[in-house]
């Protein structure tokens, strides 16, 4: 295994306001919030269970999406990047991350992308040095390229993935180190991961695309068992955790935790 070990993760409760979260998905339903929060919980424990600190945030009622964390900040071996998330309901959400982020960094290497650029975390994936960040409706090319301008500062590399199809580049691709890369729909082609050992993911199975890597194991959504076999089938060990709640409104794995 690549030698990444993450230590600490933040999360940040679900708020009773979570049934207004932004979705493209109405026919799922509202979510619940009773539901939410057990899932939200189980989630923590798979995460500790992975040997990392957990610091558990407060919710933010005034913020429907605040409990996926992951937009808000891109937190990297060398800095921390504050983003400012393309949708205007989300984007005071940064206010709230700052003085934690500050815990961890200095205040000169907390940098900020500033408008007009925006930028979702959910739309950067790192794999190693190096940091793919997708085009989408929410991230722009303008902050893209102030991301690109934070990271040579750092000796860190990014580049462009455009996308067409899904809400956030780590909606359909995911790198789970040691060259593995879960791909689904629109990245199964593309170019610039031909060099990974691809997982497809099915389209009955896409929303397990989006998987995450906590120091060796695997953190898959329930209910997905043939990408859980293909995982496992690589020699990592799995824990499955239910986020049909957060699934509703557009939420998956990743977007629940900042990670590094």
């Given amino acids: 295994m690549e030698d990444v070990m993450f230590k600490n993760i933040i999360v940040r409760k679900p708020s ?4 207004k979260g932004i979705t493209s998905s109405p026919e799922l339903g509202q979510p619940n919030y009773e539901i939410a929060l057990k899932q939200h919980l189980a989630y923590i424990n ?3 269970s992975c040997d990392v600190n957990v610091i558990e945030l407060e919710a933010l009622e005034e913020f429907p999406d605040s409990c996926f964390v992951e937009d808000i900040a891109v937190l990297t071996k060398e800095c921390a990047i504050i983003t400012n998330p393309g949708a205007l309901s989300r984007n005071k959400e940064i206010e709230y991350i700052i003085n934690v982020i500050e815990q961890f960094y200095p205040k000169n290497k907390i940098e900020y992308i500033k408008s007009p650029g925006t930028l979702d975390g959910g739309d950067v994936m790192m794999v190693g040095n190096h940091f793919y960040i997708g ?3 929410r991230t722009n090319k303008e902050g893209i390229n ?8 750092y000796n860190l590399f990014g580049s462009e993935v455009t996308l067409n199809e899904v809400l956030h580049l780590k909606t359909g691709i995911n790198y789970i ?3 593995n890369i879960l791909v689904s729909g629109e990245f199964i082609d593309k170019n610039e991961f031909k060099n990974f050992n691809k997982i497809i ?3 009955n199975e896409s929303y397990a695309a989006n998987c995450i890597w906590i120091n060796g194991t695997v953190i898959i959504p329930f209910g997905y068992p043939q990408v859980q076999k293909k995982i496992q089938n690589l020699g990592y060990k799995t824990i499955t955790v239910d986020t049909s709640e957060f699934k509703k409104i557009d939420g998956g794995l990743s977007c629940l935790s900042l990670r590094f």
């Fill in 16 to 19: 009773k306001t979570i049934c």
């Fill in 177 to 179: 180190e040691n060259n």
């Fill in 146 to 153: 102030q991301f690109i301008s934070i990271l040579t500062k």
């Fill in 201 to 203: 993911v099915q389209d």
């Fill in 46 to 48: 798979a995460l500790k």
């Fill in 135 to 137: 085009k989408s409706d």
